[in-house]
């Protein structure tokens, strides 16, 4: 397995020396990574400088790893084997969507539970939920229950997964287009502030789940310990 190869972010010039290091990494290599590009070094979203963010790129064979699973495996590699790395103080997110595992996230819920130095962070279907969000300060607002369900299982629309198809038609906001203007979604990222979604692993199944938001003002007030993903803990 080849080394992740690390990028410190220019916004983190700043951090303190003894800043915690978030070490973050994405399951795709457009969509996420030019939204994260412009919101971690173009925007004051996260500003604590407590915290240092670190870009992870994969490598190698590496590169094609665009799973939940596969994210996790890397991360517990990072982590058991960087020099750049403080267990039990330092952190590296994962982010990814959970459409790939058709509504059952029973081993992503056996690595959530056991994997304290890895923060999980998901969308249901798919990273466009996020990227709405910020576009739309009333987007979950004004689907009804049947689009809702569209999304949640996600199935083609033509050649294009529904979430995909949803915000091109609906936003003219292509997200697999690396020439697309996500500086301007990362600079809208307030609205997705405002918005009630579901954050939890167990209610995915049934629900348009993202659970970005709440993990990265976690991150900024720098209190990744009270992080949930269950509805109920055991």
């Not at 919101?39 to 790893?65: A, H, P, Q």
């Not at 995909?164 to 203007?181: A, C, L, N, P």
Request: aromatic share 14%.
């Amino acid at each position: 397995m080849p080394p992740i190869f690390k990028i410190n972010l220019k916004r983190n010039s700043g951090s303190r020396p003894d800043a915690r290091k978030i070490h973050y990494l994405t399951d795709g290599t457009v969509t996420e990574v030019k939204f994260f590009d412009a919101l971690f070094n173009s925007t004051n979203y996260i500003t604590n400088k407590n915290i240092r963010l670190i870009k992870c790129e994969k490598t190698g064979d590496d590169e094609g790893v665009s799973n939940g699973i596969g994210l996790i495996k890397l991360a517990k590699n990072y982590i058991q084997n960087s020099n750049d790395f403080i267990k039990g103080y330092d952190k590296v997110l994962i982010i990814f969507d959970l459409d790939v595992y058709q509504n059952n996230y029973d081993e992503i819920i056996r690595y959530i539970k056991e994997e304290d130095d890895i923060i999980f962070s998901y969308s249901n279907p798919s990273f466009e939920i996020p990227l709405m969000m910020c576009l739309d300060e009333n987007f979950l607002v004004d689907l009804d229950s049947n689009t809702r369900e569209k999304f949640i299982s996600n199935d083609y629309v033509e050649e294009d997964r529904y979430a995909y198809w949803y915000i091109k038609t609906h936003y003219s906001f292509d997200s697999k287009d690396r020439k697309s203007d996500f500086l301007s979604v990362a600079r809208k990222y307030a609205n997705a502030k405002q918005q009630d979604v579901n954050i939890y692993i167990d209610l995915a199944n049934k629900s348009i789940t993202c659970n970005l938001i709440y993990i990265l003002e976690k991150i900024e007030q720098d209190d990744i310990e009270s992080i949930t993903y269950f509805s109920k803990e055991d």
